[in-house]
């Protein structure tokens, strides 16, 4: 019995060898699939990500209204934008809009209530740098004049594209999901207590 024992147990050791390296040597055949990234890249890996994918954020400035309604969204304080009414210039005027892409979570909560889509996902990815200081995107290198809707059809013909870049990002990315319908309650069985009583 302990002999016959022992020869299967080597058979089964043996079996198990041939088939490692049976995987092993049908590599040595195949083509080599190792992307050299992204140096030799035939395109960029930004360009073939889809629309939804959140990656670092941007921010169009023409097209913000300077609301603050992505800074009250974030979670975690990563957007901090320094805007005030200015009667002389004629509007609501920005002095700072920075965000921490060291913090971001890219989570998309602050897109999601943007009037205008200025507030954005890009494919973006490679953040990499050298500190957390450099982390933290600035948008405003000098005061800015919020940007006002217009009734109707925008008629600048520099912002209209930005304005239906903003509109397409809302409508396909940040509107957030339709709530789940509730099922319909249930009938109670006509012999039960509640139809009984
Ligand atoms: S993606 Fe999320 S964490 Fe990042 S800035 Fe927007 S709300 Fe904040
Ligand atoms: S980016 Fe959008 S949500 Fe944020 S201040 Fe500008 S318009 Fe308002």
Redesign the pocket.
């Known amino acids: 019995m302990g002999t016959i024992h022992y020869f299967a147990k080597l058979a089964a050791t043996c079996r198990t060898v041939f088939d490692g390296m049976a995987i092993t040597f049908s590599h040595l055949m195949r083509k080599p699939v190792t992307t050299q990234y992204p140096d030799r890249m035939d395109v960029r890996v930004q360009d073939t990500l889809p629309y939804r994918y959140r990656g670092m954020?941007e921010v169009d400035l023409e097209i913000c209204t300077g609301c603050l309604a992505?800074e009250r969204?974030?979670?975690?304080d990563?957007?901090v934008i320094d805007a005030k009414k200015d009667k002389e210039a004629g509007g609501i005027v920005m002095t700072r809009f920075d965000?921490d892409m060291a913090?971001?979570?890219?989570?998309?909560?602050?897109?999601e209530p943007c009037p205008t889509g200025s507030i954005h996902h890009t494919p973006e990815f490679e953040g990499a740098d050298y500190s957390l200081e450099s982390l933290v995107h600035r948008f405003i290198d000098e005061p800015v004049l919020a940007f006002k809707p217009k009734k109707g059809v925008e008629p600048d013909p520099a912002i209209a594209p930005l304005l239906e870049r903003g509109t397409r990002y809302l409508a396909e990315f940040a509107a957030p999901a339709a709530p789940a319908t509730k099922p319909a309650p249930k009938e109670a069985p006509s012999g039960s207590d509640d139809a009984a009583g």
């Open positions: 954020l992505c969204a974030c979670p975690i990563c957007i965000i913090k971001c979570m890219y989570c998309g909560l602050c897109s």
